[in-house]
């Protein structure tokens, strides 16, 4: 059973920086291209954030985050990450990095808040 966890939200201030993990168990993340996604609001559409590609050499970013957050993955912690620096008040969002099955297993995602 593929499970994960998202962590390392929290309340961060505009300009600074805040680390989200993913940790995955039960699949190993390796082999897999893993995305994080964003959903900003109840009831708003979940928007696509960044992908890191099977075999860690390629990135793909929002344009609006492009820039300022990075991907990246440990293959040993079978864990996610991804570095937001410079947030903006339109990063406030819960997010999430889904396992790529068929259907995709989503987490309970971790929520971020930019404010000063």
């Known amino acids: 059973q593929v499970q994960l966890v998202e962590s390392g939200g929290g309340v961060v201030q505009p300009g600074g920086s805040l680390r989200l993990s993913c940790v995955v168990s039960?699949?190993?993340?390796?082999?897999?291209?893993m995305d994080w996604f964003r959903r900003a609001a109840p009831g708003k559409d979940r928007e696509w954030v960044a992908?890191?590609?099977?075999?860690?050499?390629?990135?793909h970013y929002a344009d609006s985050v492009k820039g300022r957050f990075t991907i990246s993955r440990d293959h040993d912690k079978n864990t996610v990450y991804l570095q937001m620096n410079n947030p903006e008040p339109d990063d406030t969002a819960v997010y999430y990095c889904p396992f790529p099955l068929p259907p995709p297993i989503w987490g309970q995602g971790t929520q971020v808040l930019v404010s000063s």
């Open positions: 039960g699949r190993s993340v390796s082999g897999h291209s």
């Open positions: 992908q890191i590609s099977r075999t860690d050499d390629v990135t």
